[in-house]
């Protein structure tokens, strides 16, 4: 049994962490593909900037004298994300908005992103340099070893505090996404107006109005997945950076535009990365007595070396574009 | 519009002139190679966005290639490999490699014995993974005997303009599969299964250690031009051989430039930049004046990838190092791009200028900010204020900020770039 909690452990447990943070980066990607219809770069900066914010917040708590028994990060959290809600709003209205107005097509707009990013990414370096900082300098992270020997495993089954509030926040966000998009008047013309943009304006959809919205959003749920990666490793100026583009093969996998679709997308890169670099060698090591003693098991039976674990992501995404263009969910399609 | 041209880059010179009063001459000389082989990298973008418009975000995996071409053209023979198994192990992983894609080859043909609809994507999934873990169980010893026995492959030992040379058919060959691949994709697809692609061709030469020594770097890679040791054993001085032997280094970069700009000038002005314009601006009526887009598209996207490539060569056999943890998607992939929209994309001349200019105000962002740090910490300690601390680190990442403050003002007032695109119309 000791081989199956190391599967569990090694497998579900971080496929679920990095499923969470990819899925809640991807809505907010595939909500503005919908929405704007350009893919947004500086999705990732938002992320990282909304980590940051989160982190001086937490300092700001601590400092003050603020003790919890969950770690400080999640309970600045709703603060971090309205702060990074409202810098989303201010980066459209000072890069996007004006090239939109102007009539810019979308591939302008995406390069307008990549400006965007550069220019956070230098902002960031300048104010907190290259180091990394941790969210857990003046508290401790809970780690919770659930016992397995009933189960005849010598292992426990190993899981952070940060890790399982993530996996319920996670849940939270998508459940209240979910309802909102379903249930609410504006909820709705979110959908109406990415199904299509100019119909939705001559039914009376206040656009602008839903535009703003879709940013809220995404820089909410943009800061929210950035805090919650920091807490799970380290805070650095390139957090988000070295994930944007599994980010994005998550948005594209799910079908670009397809708020349901970038969750599967996410979970659905997260667990082939680590099911990937999983050492399958060890799961078969109970095999050993019923085998026959011809056949031995090489040591390492990783399908992708560790190296290689980012480019899982790419090669998922390549055969989907191959296979079915439009991703998993049916994706926009202009 | 030509005065306007001349009056700009009369402007970038008297500005290379002034860094180089400013910084000295030895550092300017080696900035203006690298801007040269930036300029060939901008026009092979120019060629793939501003003439097809194609959206290569994989800049940076083409200048890799290069860079590792040429690294492996020029660099000595390593004897210590020939001498040992290595050879035979590799090219035991190579028919390994062979027979994985002979069976995906045929898996491909199944349908013709009768085997249709689901079998035959169970198959092809089934050939694949046969195919991988028949090439795994051959490269993963040879690799590790290499590295083991002799560290790493080494090169060929030849001229390094053949590195060059072999940097762009490499090149070309990469893109002409990913263009296989891509080119059906609209363009916020083509942008990132390109970033993708490019990051796992990082991923790939980074981990290959046996055959371009990873992170432990390759180095020295010879210069096709004489070196500054060698003139100075020839008894020059120091800086006076540097200075010569960077200008020789710098006039074959331009020589290869020109011949680049010559030749995708002429193509240009010819009935097939005409047809490229109509695929650009729109491809299904082109597709229905009989033109085929799609064979175009890929023919312009590895003609682009070429000159990355040998730019990229030229880059690396410059710096005389083959480091691939130095290749990150800011300076070699968005870098190209902020030059070429700035410059002017679809004009030759503009993609020149944008490279010239961008890769000078990315030089010079770093003293021009430090010397405004410290003069508003100057200020901020004489009215009794904190000072800013760690000016050196700090000023260095304002260049990515700069960079983007560029483009971002670029695509604001002159979203069609400094030299615009000129279309010339018939009366």
């Known amino acids: 049994m000791t081989e199956f909690i190391f599967f569990l452990n090694q497998v579900l447990i971080s496929g679920a962490v990095l499923g969470s943070i990819y899925a809640l980066g991807a809505i907010g990607i595939t909500l503005i593909f919908g929405i704007l219809r350009f893919a947004h770069f500086a999705h990732s900066e938002l992320m990282t900037s909304g980590a940051f914010i989160a982190f001086l917040l937490a300092l700001w708590f601590s400092s003050m004298g603020v003790s919890l028994p969950i770690p400080t990060g999640f309970v600045v959290l709703p603060i971090a994300m309205v702060l990074a809600a409202l810098l989303a709003l201010g980066i459209d209205k000072g890069f996007y908005s004006p090239l939109r107005k102007r009539g810019a097509r979308p591939v302008t707009l995406l390069i307008a992103s990549i400006g965007v990013t550069l220019m956070m990414q230098g902002l960031v370096r300048l104010f907190f340099g290259t180091g990394s900082y941790s969210f857990f300098e003046n508290e401790s992270k809970a780690i919770y070893r659930i016992d397995t020997s009933w189960l005849g495993s010598t292992r426990p089954l190993v899981v952070t505090q940060p890790q399982l509030l993530m996996v319920v926040v996670t849940i939270i966000a998508v459940v209240a996404l979910h309802f909102f998009l379903t249930r609410s008047r504006l909820g709705k013309a979110m959908r109406a107006m990415a199904d299509n943009a100019d119909l939705a304006q001559v039914s009376g959809i206040n656009t602008a109005l839903v535009v703003r919205v879709t940013w809220i959003i995404a820089g909410a749920l943009a800061c929210m997945a950035g805090t919650m990666l920091a807490l799970d490793v380290t805070l650095k100026p390139d957090l988000a950076f070295n994930i944007i583009l599994p980010i994005f093969a998550a948005a594209i996998v799910g079908g670009l535009g397809q708020a349901y679709g970038a969750i599967a997308g996410g979970f659905l890169i997260g667990f082939a990365e680590t099911i990937s670099v999983f050492n399958w060698s060890i799961v078969l090591r109970p095999l050993k007595s019923v085998l026959p003693d011809w056949i031995s098991i090489p040591g390492n039976l990783a399908l992708v070396p560790t190296e290689y674990k980012l480019t899982v992501a790419f090669l998922i995404l390549v055969v989907t574009l191959l296979v079915r263009p439009t991703g998993i969910f049916k994706g926009a399609s202009s | ?427």
């Open chain 2, 1 to 427: 519009m030509i005065r306007r041209s001349l009056t700009l880059f009369f402007g970038l010179f008297v500005l290379i002139l002034l860094i180089g009063s400013i910084l000295g001459a030895p550092f300017t000389s080696s900035r203006l190679v690298e801007a040269a082989a930036y300029s060939l990298i901008a026009l092979g973008l120019n060629i793939q966005w501003g003439y097809g418009g194609l959206f290569n975000f994989g800049v940076m995996g083409f200048l890799m290639l290069g860079g590792f071409a040429v690294t492996f053209m020029s660099y000595p023979v390593n004897p210590d490999f020939w001498g040992s198994d290595g050879p035979w192990m590799l090219g035991r992983a190579l028919i390994a490699f062979a027979i994985g894609a002979g069976l995906v080859l045929a898996a491909r043909q199944s349908h013709r014995i009768g085997i249709k609809g689901g079998w035959k994507v169970a198959l092809t999934v089934l050939v694949w993974f046969v195919a991988y873990c028949t090439y795994r169980s051959q490269i993963d010893p040879a690799a590790a005997y290499i590295e083991a026995n002799a560290g790493f492959v080494g090169g060929l030992g030849i001229n390094p303009v053949f590195g060059w040379l072999f940097g762009g058919v490499l090149a070309a060959g990469v893109a002409y599969i990913i263009g296989k691949i891509c080119l059906g994709l609209r363009t916020d697809y083509l942008a990132i299964a390109t970033i993708g692609i490019s990051e796992i061709i990082r991923a790939l030469i980074k981990n290959m250690d046996w055959l371009t020594r990873g992170t432990l770097t390759v180095s020295p890679i010879p210069w096709p031009t004489p070196l500054p040791q060698d003139l100075q054993v020839g008894g020059m001085e120091n800086l006076t051989a540097l200075l010569y032997a960077r200008s020789g280094y710098l006039l074959l970069t331009l020589l290869v430039l020109a011949i680049a700009f010559f030749l995708i000038s002429r193509a240009y002005s010819g009935p097939w930049g005409r047809m490229m314009r109509a695929i650009r601006d729109n491809h299904i009526a082109a597709a229905s004046m009989g033109k085929n887009v799609t064979n175009r598209q890929l023919e312009i996207f590895v003609f682009g990838s070429v000159l990355m490539g040998i730019g990229g060569g030229i880059l690396v056999s410059f710096t005389q190092i083959f480091d691939p943890t130095s290749y990150q998607p800011i300076n070699h992939t968005f870098i190209i791009w902020v030059m070429v929209i700035v410059g002017g994309a679809g004009n030759n001349w503009g993609a020149v200028f944008g490279a010239v200019l961008i890769w000078m105000i990315w030089i010079i962002s770093e003293p021009l900010s430090k010397a405004v740090f410290d003069t508003l910490s100057f200020w901020s300690t004489s009215i009794g204020w904190h000072d800013i601390p760690d000016i050196e680190a700090r000023s260095a990442q304002m260049r990515v900020f700069v960079l983007g403050l560029v483009i971002t003002i670029a695509l604001r007032y002159a979203p069609r770039g400094l030299i615009p695109e000129v279309v010339h119309r018939e009366k």
